[in-house]
Protein backbone atom coordinates (compact mmCIF):
# COMPACT_ATOMS: atom_id res chain seq x y z
CA UNK A 1 0.00 0.00 0.00
CA UNK A 2 3.09 2.59 0.92
CA UNK A 3 4.41 1.57 -2.61
CA UNK A 4 1.88 3.78 -4.77
CA UNK A 5 2.66 6.86 -2.51
CA UNK A 6 6.28 6.40 -2.83
CA UNK A 7 6.10 6.16 -6.62
CA UNK A 8 4.57 9.20 -6.56
CA UNK A 9 6.63 10.80 -4.56
CA UNK A 10 9.96 10.34 -6.79
CA UNK A 11 7.69 11.23 -9.78
CA UNK A 12 6.52 14.48 -8.33
CA UNK A 13 10.40 14.76 -7.43
CA UNK A 14 11.93 14.11 -10.39
CA UNK A 15 9.35 16.24 -12.24
CA UNK A 16 10.27 19.21 -9.90
CA UNK A 17 13.98 18.17 -10.61
CA UNK A 18 13.99 18.61 -14.63
CA UNK A 19 10.92 21.43 -15.11
CA UNK A 20 12.09 24.82 -13.32
CA UNK A 21 13.31 24.23 -10.03
CA UNK A 22 11.82 27.05 -8.47
CA UNK A 23 10.85 26.87 -4.88
CA UNK A 24 7.40 27.84 -5.37
CA UNK A 25 6.51 25.96 -8.46
CA UNK A 26 2.76 24.56 -8.71
CA UNK A 27 4.59 20.95 -9.25
CA UNK A 28 5.43 21.02 -5.33
CA UNK A 29 1.59 20.76 -4.19
CA UNK A 30 1.48 17.50 -5.81
CA UNK A 31 3.65 16.38 -3.12
CA UNK A 32 0.29 16.31 -0.93
CA UNK A 33 -0.82 13.81 -3.00
CA UNK A 34 1.52 10.62 -2.46
CA UNK A 35 1.03 12.38 1.74
CA UNK A 36 -2.47 12.09 2.02
CA UNK A 37 -2.68 8.57 0.03
CA UNK A 38 -0.24 7.52 2.68
CA UNK A 39 -2.01 8.92 5.47
CA UNK A 40 -5.32 7.45 4.10
CA UNK A 41 -3.84 3.99 3.90
CA UNK A 42 -1.22 3.83 6.87
CA UNK A 43 -2.34 6.38 9.38
CA UNK A 44 -0.20 9.45 11.34
CA UNK A 45 2.78 7.05 10.64
CA UNK A 46 2.53 6.77 6.80
CA UNK A 47 1.43 10.52 6.55
CA UNK A 48 4.22 11.55 8.68
CA UNK A 49 6.77 10.28 6.93
CA UNK A 50 6.12 10.42 3.52
CA UNK A 51 5.04 13.88 4.61
CA UNK A 52 8.58 14.12 6.03
CA UNK A 53 10.20 12.49 2.82
CA UNK A 54 8.27 15.37 0.30
CA UNK A 55 9.63 18.58 2.55
CA UNK A 56 13.08 16.41 2.57
CA UNK A 57 13.28 16.49 -1.32
CA UNK A 58 11.83 19.62 -1.74
CA UNK A 59 14.60 21.25 0.49
CA UNK A 60 17.38 21.39 -2.33
CA UNK A 61 15.03 23.16 -3.84
CA UNK A 62 13.55 25.48 -1.43
CA UNK A 63 16.68 26.08 0.51
CA UNK A 64 19.22 27.45 -2.17
CA UNK A 65 16.67 29.63 -3.30
CA UNK A 66 16.64 31.22 0.17
CA UNK A 67 20.42 31.62 0.05
CA UNK A 68 20.02 33.27 -3.60
CA UNK A 69 17.38 35.84 -2.97
CA UNK A 70 16.59 35.82 0.69
CA UNK A 71 13.49 35.92 1.98
CA UNK A 72 10.84 36.69 -0.75
CA UNK A 73 7.01 35.87 -0.48
CA UNK A 74 8.62 32.92 -3.56
CA UNK A 75 10.89 31.44 -1.03
CA UNK A 76 8.82 32.23 1.94
CA UNK A 77 5.90 29.99 0.09
CA UNK A 78 8.86 27.66 -0.85
CA UNK A 79 9.98 26.99 2.61
CA UNK A 80 6.50 26.21 4.18
CA UNK A 81 5.91 23.42 1.12
CA UNK A 82 8.87 21.94 3.30
CA UNK A 83 6.48 21.49 6.43
CA UNK A 84 3.06 21.30 4.83
CA UNK A 85 2.84 17.75 4.12
CA UNK A 86 4.80 16.19 7.29
CA UNK A 87 1.70 18.53 9.04
CA UNK A 88 -0.85 17.29 6.76
CA UNK A 89 0.34 13.91 6.63
CA UNK A 90 0.34 13.63 10.59
CA UNK A 91 -3.46 15.87 10.83
CA UNK A 92 -5.29 13.12 8.23
CA UNK A 93 -3.04 10.07 9.30
CA UNK A 94 -4.35 10.85 13.18
CA UNK A 95 -7.98 11.35 11.60
CA UNK A 96 -7.71 8.24 10.33
CA UNK A 97 -6.33 6.59 13.09
CA UNK A 98 -9.09 7.58 15.03
CA UNK A 99 -11.71 6.70 13.22
CA UNK A 100 -10.76 3.50 12.50
CA UNK A 101 -9.82 2.74 16.43
CA UNK A 102 -13.60 3.90 17.04
CA UNK A 103 -14.46 1.94 13.90
CA UNK A 104 -12.21 -1.32 15.78
CA UNK A 105 -14.39 -0.43 19.23
CA UNK A 106 -17.68 -0.85 17.85
CA UNK A 107 -16.88 -4.03 15.87
CA UNK A 108 -15.91 -4.95 19.20
CA UNK A 109 -19.01 -4.04 20.80
CA UNK A 110 -21.24 -5.67 18.17
CA UNK A 111 -19.27 -8.93 18.59
CA UNK A 112 -19.68 -8.91 22.41
CA UNK A 113 -23.40 -8.13 22.06
CA UNK A 114 -23.62 -11.17 19.61
CA UNK A 115 -21.39 -13.29 21.92
CA UNK A 116 -23.80 -12.67 24.59
CA UNK A 117 -26.91 -13.10 22.74
CA UNK A 118 -29.37 -16.01 21.91
CA UNK A 119 -28.95 -19.42 23.93
CA UNK A 120 -26.44 -21.39 25.62
CA UNK A 121 -24.40 -21.34 28.73
CA UNK A 122 -23.10 -17.77 29.93
CA UNK A 123 -19.46 -19.39 30.80
CA UNK A 124 -19.02 -19.95 27.44
CA UNK A 125 -20.13 -16.57 25.47
CA UNK A 126 -18.27 -14.82 28.39
CA UNK A 127 -14.91 -16.79 27.29
CA UNK A 128 -15.21 -15.61 23.72
CA UNK A 129 -16.19 -12.22 25.04
CA UNK A 130 -13.01 -12.09 26.65
CA UNK A 131 -11.17 -12.96 23.92
CA UNK A 132 -12.80 -10.46 21.47
CA UNK A 133 -11.91 -7.89 23.79
CA UNK A 134 -8.45 -8.84 24.66
CA UNK A 135 -7.72 -8.61 20.92
CA UNK A 136 -9.88 -5.17 20.56
CA UNK A 137 -7.64 -3.62 23.33
CA UNK A 138 -4.51 -5.24 22.10
CA UNK A 139 -3.72 -6.34 25.71
CA UNK A 140 -1.35 -9.10 27.24
CA UNK A 141 -3.63 -10.15 29.60
CA UNK A 142 -7.23 -9.70 30.33
CA UNK A 143 -9.70 -11.15 32.66
CA UNK A 144 -13.81 -10.69 32.79
CA UNK A 145 -14.70 -11.12 36.45
CA UNK A 146 -18.37 -11.69 36.98
CA UNK A 147 -20.33 -11.44 40.64
CA UNK A 148 -20.90 -8.87 42.79
CA UNK A 149 -19.03 -10.62 46.06
CA UNK A 150 -15.36 -10.57 46.20
CA UNK A 151 -15.30 -13.90 47.68
CA UNK A 152 -17.42 -15.46 44.94
CA UNK A 153 -17.23 -13.41 42.52
CA UNK A 154 -16.05 -16.11 39.21
CA UNK A 155 -13.44 -15.39 36.28
CA UNK A 156 -15.32 -15.59 33.63
CA UNK A 157 -12.51 -15.36 31.17
CA UNK A 158 -10.32 -18.38 33.18
CA UNK A 159 -11.02 -22.17 33.75
CA UNK A 160 -15.03 -22.73 34.96
CA UNK A 161 -15.38 -22.19 38.77
CA UNK A 162 -11.99 -20.26 38.95
CA UNK A 163 -12.18 -17.48 41.60
CA UNK A 164 -10.69 -14.21 41.88
CA UNK A 165 -7.38 -13.65 43.80
CA UNK A 166 -8.49 -11.13 46.70
CA UNK A 167 -4.89 -9.08 46.29
CA UNK A 168 -5.53 -8.35 42.60
CA UNK A 169 -6.19 -4.92 41.31
CA UNK A 170 -9.78 -6.18 40.17
CA UNK A 171 -10.68 -7.68 43.34
CA UNK A 172 -9.70 -4.22 44.68
CA UNK A 173 -12.20 -2.66 41.68
CA UNK A 174 -14.76 -4.74 42.90
CA UNK A 175 -14.63 -4.36 46.62
CA UNK A 176 -14.44 -1.00 45.79
CA UNK A 177 -16.83 -0.13 43.06
CA UNK A 178 -14.22 2.85 41.84
CA UNK A 179 -11.70 1.95 38.52
CA UNK A 180 -8.11 1.24 39.12
CA UNK A 181 -5.56 2.63 36.66
CA UNK A 182 -2.00 1.70 37.40
CA UNK A 183 1.38 2.96 35.36
CA UNK A 184 2.75 -0.07 36.69
CA UNK A 185 0.72 -2.87 38.54
CA UNK A 186 3.80 -4.49 39.71
CA UNK A 187 4.91 -1.37 41.99
CA UNK A 188 1.18 -0.44 42.82
CA UNK A 189 0.80 -0.46 46.57
CA UNK A 190 -3.25 -1.27 46.12
CA UNK A 191 -2.48 -4.50 44.82
CA UNK A 192 -0.35 -7.66 45.41
CA UNK A 193 1.66 -8.39 42.21
CA UNK A 194 2.22 -11.52 41.13
CA UNK A 195 5.49 -10.53 39.26
CA UNK A 196 8.53 -8.74 40.97
CA UNK A 197 8.48 -5.37 39.16
CA UNK A 198 10.32 -5.36 35.75
CA UNK A 199 12.30 -3.06 32.65
CA UNK A 200 9.15 -2.86 31.25
CA UNK A 201 6.34 -1.31 33.32
CA UNK A 202 2.98 -3.29 33.30
CA UNK A 203 0.27 -0.83 32.77
CA UNK A 204 -3.51 -1.74 34.31
CA UNK A 205 -7.09 -1.32 34.00
CA UNK A 206 -9.75 -2.72 36.36
CA UNK A 207 -12.69 -1.08 35.43
CA UNK A 208 -15.77 -2.14 37.00
CA UNK A 209 -19.13 -3.46 35.03
CA UNK A 210 -22.33 -1.30 36.10
CA UNK A 211 -25.46 -1.94 35.06
CA UNK A 212 -28.62 -1.52 36.58
CA UNK A 213 -28.40 -2.91 39.48
CA UNK A 214 -25.25 -1.85 40.45
CA UNK A 215 -21.77 -3.50 39.77
CA UNK A 216 -21.99 -6.75 38.10
CA UNK A 217 -17.91 -7.48 37.33
CA UNK A 218 -14.68 -6.07 36.64
CA UNK A 219 -12.77 -5.86 33.37
CA UNK A 220 -9.15 -6.16 34.11
CA UNK A 221 -6.95 -5.41 31.86
CA UNK A 222 -2.80 -5.87 31.40
CA UNK A 223 -0.17 -3.88 28.57
CA UNK A 224 3.01 -4.46 29.00
CA UNK A 225 4.74 -1.06 27.90
CA UNK A 226 2.92 2.33 26.74
CA UNK A 227 -0.86 2.55 26.73
CA UNK A 228 -2.13 5.46 24.58
CA UNK A 229 -5.48 7.83 25.64
CA UNK A 230 -7.24 6.04 23.17
CA UNK A 231 -6.67 2.44 23.92
CA UNK A 232 -7.47 3.87 27.81
CA UNK A 233 -11.19 5.28 26.39
CA UNK A 234 -11.75 2.40 24.43
CA UNK A 235 -11.42 0.12 27.55
CA UNK A 236 -13.90 2.78 29.57
CA UNK A 237 -16.20 2.48 25.88
CA UNK A 238 -16.02 -1.45 26.41
CA UNK A 239 -16.44 -1.86 29.72
CA UNK A 240 -19.51 0.00 30.13
CA UNK A 241 -21.40 -2.08 26.95
CA UNK A 242 -19.61 -5.16 28.74
CA UNK A 243 -21.67 -4.68 32.27
CA UNK A 244 -25.01 -3.67 30.07
CA UNK A 245 -24.77 -7.03 27.95
CA UNK A 246 -23.68 -9.18 30.80
CA UNK A 247 -26.77 -8.27 32.59
CA UNK A 248 -28.67 -8.19 29.54
CA UNK A 249 -27.68 -11.51 29.17
CA UNK A 250 -28.24 -12.36 32.77
CA UNK A 251 -32.10 -11.62 32.39
CA UNK A 252 -32.60 -13.25 29.26
CA UNK A 253 -31.33 -16.47 30.87
CA UNK A 254 -33.33 -15.76 33.87
CA UNK A 255 -36.47 -15.60 31.69
CA UNK A 256 -35.37 -18.63 29.99
CA UNK A 257 -35.48 -21.09 32.34
CA UNK A 258 -38.36 -18.88 34.53
CA UNK A 259 -40.19 -19.77 30.71
CA UNK A 260 -38.79 -23.46 31.14
CA UNK A 261 -39.82 -24.08 34.39
CA UNK A 262 -43.56 -22.64 33.94
CA UNK A 263 -44.01 -25.10 31.10
CA UNK A 264 -42.79 -27.71 33.11
CA UNK A 265 -44.84 -26.82 35.79
CA UNK A 266 -47.88 -26.34 33.26
CA UNK A 267 -47.39 -29.88 31.36
CA UNK A 268 -47.33 -31.39 35.54
CA UNK A 269 -50.62 -29.73 36.66
CA UNK A 270 -51.89 -30.91 33.03
CA UNK A 271 -50.94 -34.33 33.81
CA UNK A 272 -51.97 -34.16 37.33
CA UNK A 273 -55.50 -33.05 35.94
CA UNK A 274 -55.51 -35.85 32.73
CA UNK A 275 -54.32 -38.34 36.13
CA UNK A 276 -57.36 -36.99 38.58
CA UNK A 277 -59.96 -37.60 35.59
CA UNK A 278 -58.90 -40.62 34.78
CA UNK A 279 -59.12 -41.31 38.22
CA UNK A 280 -62.63 -40.07 38.84
CA UNK A 281 -63.87 -41.80 36.33
CA UNK A 282 -62.46 -45.53 37.50
CA UNK A 283 -64.00 -44.21 40.66
CA UNK A 284 -67.44 -43.91 39.49
CA UNK A 285 -67.17 -47.22 38.25
CA UNK A 286 -65.43 -48.62 41.49
CA UNK A 287 -68.57 -47.07 43.53
CA UNK A 288 -71.39 -48.14 41.63
CA UNK A 289 -69.24 -51.63 41.94
CA UNK A 290 -68.58 -51.27 45.48
CA UNK A 291 -72.12 -50.52 46.20
CA UNK A 292 -73.37 -53.47 44.51
CA UNK A 293 -71.69 -56.09 46.51
CA UNK A 294 -73.34 -55.36 49.72
CA UNK A 295 -76.65 -54.07 47.95
CA UNK A 296 -76.84 -57.49 46.52
CA UNK A 297 -76.01 -59.55 49.41
CA UNK A 298 -78.59 -57.52 51.14
CA UNK A 299 -81.18 -58.44 48.63
CA UNK A 300 -79.75 -61.84 48.97
CA UNK A 301 -80.02 -62.75 52.69
CA UNK A 302 -83.06 -60.46 53.80
CA UNK A 303 -85.03 -62.67 50.50
CA UNK A 304 -83.71 -65.76 52.17
CA UNK A 305 -85.17 -64.63 55.40
CA UNK A 306 -88.28 -63.52 54.29
CA UNK A 307 -89.42 -66.29 52.12
CA UNK A 308 -88.38 -69.46 53.81
CA UNK A 309 -88.61 -70.05 57.47
CA UNK A 310 -84.52 -70.94 58.32
CA UNK A 311 -83.50 -72.81 61.75
CA UNK A 312 -82.58 -70.20 63.88
CA UNK A 313 -78.92 -70.97 63.71
CA UNK A 314 -78.98 -70.27 59.76
CA UNK A 315 -81.43 -67.25 60.74
CA UNK A 316 -78.73 -65.93 62.84
CA UNK A 317 -75.75 -66.51 60.69
CA UNK A 318 -77.99 -64.46 58.08
CA UNK A 319 -78.73 -61.46 59.82
CA UNK A 320 -74.59 -61.38 61.23
CA UNK A 321 -74.29 -61.29 56.82
CA UNK A 322 -76.93 -58.61 56.65
CA UNK A 323 -75.47 -57.11 59.73
CA UNK A 324 -71.83 -56.73 58.22
CA UNK A 325 -73.17 -55.69 54.67
CA UNK A 326 -75.21 -53.33 56.16
CA UNK A 327 -71.88 -51.96 57.95
CA UNK A 328 -69.70 -52.15 54.34
CA UNK A 329 -72.79 -50.18 53.11
CA UNK A 330 -72.78 -47.46 55.84
CA UNK A 331 -69.14 -46.88 55.76
CA UNK A 332 -68.94 -46.57 51.86
CA UNK A 333 -71.67 -43.91 52.38
CA UNK A 334 -69.58 -42.02 55.03
CA UNK A 335 -66.56 -41.58 52.76
CA UNK A 336 -68.82 -40.40 50.46
CA UNK A 337 -70.11 -37.95 52.20
CA UNK A 338 -67.10 -36.88 53.69
CA UNK A 339 -65.70 -36.50 50.73
CA UNK A 340 -68.22 -34.52 49.58
CA UNK A 341 -67.74 -32.00 52.07
CA UNK A 342 -64.12 -31.81 51.48
CA UNK A 343 -64.86 -31.11 47.26
CA UNK A 344 -67.08 -28.54 48.57
CA UNK A 345 -64.44 -27.13 50.70
CA UNK A 346 -66.97 -27.14 54.09
CA UNK A 347 -65.17 -28.10 57.09
CA UNK A 348 -65.35 -31.37 58.41
CA UNK A 349 -67.79 -31.66 61.56
CA UNK A 350 -66.05 -32.31 64.93
CA UNK A 351 -66.77 -32.93 67.93
CA UNK A 352 -64.22 -33.26 70.18
CA UNK A 353 -64.42 -34.59 73.67
CA UNK A 354 -62.02 -36.55 76.02
CA UNK A 355 -61.61 -39.71 74.40
CA UNK A 356 -59.77 -42.74 76.36
CA UNK A 357 -57.69 -44.05 73.49
CA UNK A 358 -56.96 -47.55 75.45
CA UNK A 359 -60.44 -48.14 75.35
CA UNK A 360 -61.15 -47.32 71.81
CA UNK A 361 -58.35 -49.37 70.62
CA UNK A 362 -59.25 -52.53 72.65
CA UNK A 363 -62.41 -52.25 71.19
CA UNK A 364 -61.20 -51.97 67.97
CA UNK A 365 -58.39 -54.80 67.95
CA UNK A 366 -61.46 -57.32 69.78
CA UNK A 367 -63.62 -56.18 66.70
CA UNK A 368 -61.42 -56.46 64.27
CA UNK A 369 -60.05 -60.15 65.76
CA UNK A 370 -63.29 -61.62 65.84
CA UNK A 371 -64.07 -61.02 61.93
CA UNK A 372 -60.28 -61.54 60.91
CA UNK A 373 -59.11 -65.03 61.96
CA UNK A 374 -56.07 -65.58 59.78
CA UNK A 375 -54.56 -62.63 61.27
CA UNK A 376 -52.59 -62.08 65.03
CA UNK A 377 -53.87 -58.48 66.59
CA UNK A 378 -51.38 -57.35 69.11
CA UNK A 379 -52.34 -54.54 70.58
CA UNK A 380 -49.20 -52.37 73.11
CA UNK A 381 -51.00 -49.76 75.27
CA UNK A 382 -49.54 -47.22 76.60
CA UNK A 383 -48.04 -47.09 79.93
CA UNK A 384 -50.11 -44.48 81.52
CA UNK A 385 -53.50 -43.80 80.09
CA UNK A 386 -53.20 -41.46 77.13
CA UNK A 387 -56.22 -39.48 76.81
CA UNK A 388 -56.95 -37.26 73.69
CA UNK A 389 -58.98 -34.76 73.07
CA UNK A 390 -61.00 -35.71 69.72
CA UNK A 391 -64.02 -36.85 67.73
CA UNK A 392 -64.69 -40.21 69.39
CA UNK A 393 -66.60 -40.53 66.31
CA UNK A 394 -63.93 -39.53 63.52
CA UNK A 395 -61.20 -40.80 65.80
CA UNK A 396 -62.77 -44.47 65.50
CA UNK A 397 -63.08 -43.59 61.87
CA UNK A 398 -59.34 -43.17 61.45
CA UNK A 399 -58.45 -46.62 63.29
CA UNK A 400 -60.83 -48.58 61.74
CA UNK A 401 -59.58 -47.39 58.57
CA UNK A 402 -56.20 -48.16 59.21
CA UNK A 403 -56.63 -51.19 61.01
CA UNK A 404 -58.75 -52.39 57.79
CA UNK A 405 -55.93 -51.49 55.22
CA UNK A 406 -53.56 -53.65 57.45
CA UNK A 407 -56.02 -56.44 56.77
CA UNK A 408 -56.52 -55.55 53.46
CA UNK A 409 -53.04 -55.50 52.49
CA UNK A 410 -51.49 -58.38 53.65
CA UNK A 411 -53.87 -61.37 51.99
CA UNK A 412 -51.65 -63.95 53.31
CA UNK A 413 -52.87 -62.95 56.59
CA UNK A 414 -50.14 -62.23 59.19
CA UNK A 415 -49.45 -59.85 62.39
CA UNK A 416 -51.11 -56.42 62.81
CA UNK A 417 -49.54 -54.49 65.82
CA UNK A 418 -50.96 -51.55 67.34
CA UNK A 419 -49.55 -48.93 69.42
CA UNK A 420 -50.47 -45.86 71.71
CA UNK A 421 -47.78 -43.71 73.40
CA UNK A 422 -47.08 -39.95 73.33
CA UNK A 423 -45.05 -39.35 70.68
CA UNK A 424 -41.30 -38.87 71.59
CA UNK A 425 -39.81 -36.60 68.63
CA UNK A 426 -42.99 -34.55 68.91
CA UNK A 427 -43.57 -33.12 72.39
CA UNK A 428 -47.22 -32.66 72.89
CA UNK A 429 -48.45 -35.06 70.64
CA UNK A 430 -50.00 -38.34 70.55
CA UNK A 431 -48.77 -41.47 68.38
CA UNK A 432 -50.97 -44.18 67.16
CA UNK A 433 -49.16 -46.64 65.20
CA UNK A 434 -51.13 -48.96 63.04
CA UNK A 435 -48.02 -51.88 61.58
CA UNK A 436 -48.34 -54.71 59.51
CA UNK A 437 -46.79 -57.04 57.53
CA UNK A 438 -48.25 -57.01 54.60
CA UNK A 439 -47.42 -56.33 50.55
CA UNK A 440 -46.06 -52.80 51.81
CA UNK A 441 -45.81 -49.69 48.80
CA UNK A 442 -43.08 -48.96 46.46
CA UNK A 443 -41.50 -45.17 47.58
CA UNK A 444 -42.50 -43.51 44.50
CA UNK A 445 -45.58 -44.44 45.29
CA UNK A 446 -45.76 -43.31 49.06
CA UNK A 447 -46.11 -39.45 48.26
CA UNK A 448 -49.40 -40.23 46.51
CA UNK A 449 -51.21 -42.91 48.51
CA UNK A 450 -52.88 -39.64 50.76
CA UNK A 451 -54.28 -38.11 47.87
CA UNK A 452 -57.98 -38.96 46.82
CA UNK A 453 -58.62 -42.13 44.16
CA UNK A 454 -55.38 -43.29 44.53
CA UNK A 455 -54.73 -47.11 44.99
CA UNK A 456 -51.63 -48.81 44.06
CA UNK A 457 -51.60 -52.05 41.96
CA UNK A 458 -50.57 -55.03 43.51
CA UNK A 459 -50.85 -58.65 41.97
CA UNK A 460 -52.01 -60.07 45.13
CA UNK A 461 -54.26 -57.32 46.48
CA UNK A 462 -56.27 -57.03 43.10
CA UNK A 463 -59.20 -57.89 43.91
CA UNK A 464 -59.55 -55.86 47.02
CA UNK A 465 -62.13 -53.71 47.87
CA UNK A 466 -61.51 -50.32 48.42
CA UNK A 467 -62.36 -46.17 46.73
CA UNK A 468 -58.90 -45.10 47.56
CA UNK A 469 -60.40 -42.51 49.53
CA UNK A 470 -59.78 -43.94 52.79
CA UNK A 471 -56.12 -42.73 53.75
CA UNK A 472 -57.17 -38.95 52.37
CA UNK A 473 -59.83 -39.43 54.78
CA UNK A 474 -57.45 -40.15 57.57
CA UNK A 475 -55.36 -37.16 56.68
CA UNK A 476 -58.14 -35.02 56.35
CA UNK A 477 -59.59 -35.92 59.42
CA UNK A 478 -56.03 -35.75 61.38
CA UNK A 479 -55.33 -32.52 60.03
CA UNK A 480 -58.93 -31.03 61.29
CA UNK A 481 -57.97 -32.25 64.30
CA UNK A 482 -54.40 -30.54 64.22
CA UNK A 483 -52.35 -33.73 63.74
CA UNK A 484 -51.29 -35.20 60.63
CA UNK A 485 -50.47 -39.01 59.50
CA UNK A 486 -47.17 -40.67 58.01
CA UNK A 487 -46.27 -43.47 56.82
CA UNK A 488 -43.30 -46.20 56.28
CA UNK A 489 -43.12 -48.68 54.26
CA UNK A 490 -41.31 -51.72 52.00
CA UNK A 491 -42.26 -53.32 49.22
CA UNK A 492 -42.49 -56.87 50.36
CA UNK A 493 -42.16 -56.31 54.12
CA UNK A 494 -45.28 -54.13 55.01
CA UNK A 495 -45.76 -50.69 56.53
CA UNK A 496 -46.24 -48.98 59.61
CA UNK A 497 -49.09 -45.95 59.43
CA UNK A 498 -47.98 -43.07 62.07
CA UNK A 499 -51.36 -40.94 63.11
CA UNK A 500 -49.96 -38.20 65.29
CA UNK A 501 -52.79 -36.07 66.89
CA UNK A 502 -52.61 -32.93 69.75
CA UNK A 503 -52.58 -34.57 73.23
CA UNK A 504 -55.14 -33.43 75.98
CA UNK A 505 -53.87 -30.24 76.59
CA UNK A 506 -53.82 -29.29 73.15
CA UNK A 507 -57.07 -26.47 72.20
CA UNK A 508 -57.72 -27.35 68.41
P1 LIG B 1 -58.49 -48.13 49.52
O1 LIG B 1 -59.95 -47.97 49.61
O2 LIG B 1 -58.03 -48.50 48.18
O3 LIG B 1 -57.93 -49.02 50.58
P2 LIG B 1 -56.98 -46.03 50.81
O4 LIG B 1 -57.03 -44.55 50.59
O5 LIG B 1 -57.29 -46.51 52.17
O6 LIG B 1 -57.92 -46.66 49.73
O7 LIG B 1 -55.54 -46.52 50.43
C1 LIG B 1 -54.96 -46.08 49.23
C2 LIG B 1 -54.01 -47.12 48.70
O8 LIG B 1 -52.86 -47.18 49.54
C3 LIG B 1 -54.57 -48.52 48.70
O9 LIG B 1 -55.31 -48.80 47.54
C4 LIG B 1 -53.30 -49.36 48.81
O10 LIG B 1 -52.77 -49.56 47.53
C5 LIG B 1 -52.35 -48.50 49.62
N1 LIG B 1 -52.36 -48.90 51.03
C6 LIG B 1 -53.04 -48.33 52.04
N2 LIG B 1 -52.75 -48.95 53.21
C7 LIG B 1 -51.85 -49.90 52.93
C8 LIG B 1 -51.15 -50.90 53.71
N3 LIG B 1 -51.31 -51.00 55.04
N4 LIG B 1 -50.29 -51.71 53.06
C9 LIG B 1 -50.09 -51.60 51.73
N5 LIG B 1 -50.74 -50.70 50.95
C10 LIG B 1 -51.59 -49.88 51.53
Sequence with gaps: MIAGPVAFLVAVAVAMAVTDQEPASVLRHLYLVPTLWAALARGAVGGGSIGAVAGLL????????????????????????????????????????????????????????????????????????????????????LALLVGTDVRTAQIASGPVGSLVDVGSAAAFALASGQRVSSLDLRADPRVRADEPPGPTPLRALALPL?????????????????????????????????????????LTLRQLRFAEELAEKVAAATARLRELDQAKSEFLSVVSHELRTPLTALQGFSELLLRSALPPDKAHRCLVYLHTEACA??????ELLDLSRIEVGRPLELRPERV?????????VELFAAEHREHRFRWTPSGPAVTLRADPDALDRMVKNLLSNAVKYSPRGGQVSLSACPA????????????????????????????????????????????????????????????????DSLPGKGSRFRLLLPGVDRDF
Excluded at 356 to 364: C, G, S
Excluded at 435 to 442: A, L, S, Y
Design 356 to 364: DLDELMERN
Design 58 to 141: HAPVALPAVERAGLTSATLDGLLSLGLPLVAGLLVGRLVDGSRARAARLAAVLAIQRGLDGAGALDDKLLSVAGELRAALGARR
Design 210 to 250: VSGVGVVGVLAVEWSGDLSRSTRAAADELALHVGLAVENAR
Design 424 to 487: EDQPGMVELAVEDDGVGIPPEQLPRIFDKYVRVPHPETATTRGLGLGLSLVKALAEAHGGRVEV
Design 329 to 334: LGRIVG
